[in-house]
């Protein structure tokens, strides 16, 4: 099976959270899986440039990237962060082998405002790359940086990232793993599986807000771009990626509308 996996920022902050996740990785590769992370760090970097005195700001989601804070997430994400989760996945038994959208024009974003500065909207995906390390045994850890058509680099949403990467790798299964359980009704009880359209319903109804509405829009981008399934649940759970994979009653399971 063909997976690829985003991992949240916020489960790679530390040591002992990086190793277990980088475990279960490692044993979905020694399973015959081919797999693909895609990571965030959005914590790490608002603390990173706290640090140095720089506020970050948001507009509809989106961090503000300027010129030096581009060059955080170049240091941070494709770095600090990126790293980290290869050495963990190394120590773990996988071959891991880091990269970013800007290595061999993976990922190509063009600017998606000014307002918002060097933030990127995917534009164009070359997957060769995946299809060629994963068919060899290899993980591709990929930052969510993209390169643009003239030499520029891109801070884009690590979600869309997943997603554009996913439907051009051809992926049976996305994984969405997160610091929540799985997505809820309006009574706080979770929902095992939903649709596109129930998906959208929940949004519209405003059931599903802030992280969750985000979460769920990328869910139901990458089934309209031909993912089979897409799932979300917490990566703090032990052995939630076998459970998923198992069809154990955890996380929620996005799918198509019915035709």
Known sequence: MKLLIKLGGTLLDGA?????????????????????????????????????????????????????????????LAGQVNTELVAALEQAGARPVGLTGADDGLVQAVQLSAELGAVGRVDRVRA???????????????????????????????????????????ADRLVFLTDVEAVLDGEKRRIAELTEAEAGSLIASGVATGGMEAKLRACAAAVRQGVPAVQIASGARPRVLDELLAGAPVGTTVKPNLS
């Open 16 to 76: 002992e959270s990086r190793y277990l996740l980088a475990l279960q990785i490692a044993g979905l590769v020694v399973k015959g899986h081919r797999v693909v992370v895609v990571h965030g760090g959005g914590k790490q970097l608002t603390r990173y440039l706290a640090e140095r005195g720089i506020a970050s700001r948001f507009v509809n989601g989106f961090r503000v990237t300027t010129p030096e804070t581009l060059d955080a997430v170049v240091q941070v």
């Open 128 to 170: 060769d790359l995946l299809d060629l390390l994963t068919a060899h045994g290899y993980v591709p850890v990929v930052a969510c940086l993209a390169g643009g058509a003239h030499g520029q680099l891109y801070n884009v949403n690590a979600d869309q990232m997943a997603v554009a990467c996913a439907s051009h790798f051809l």
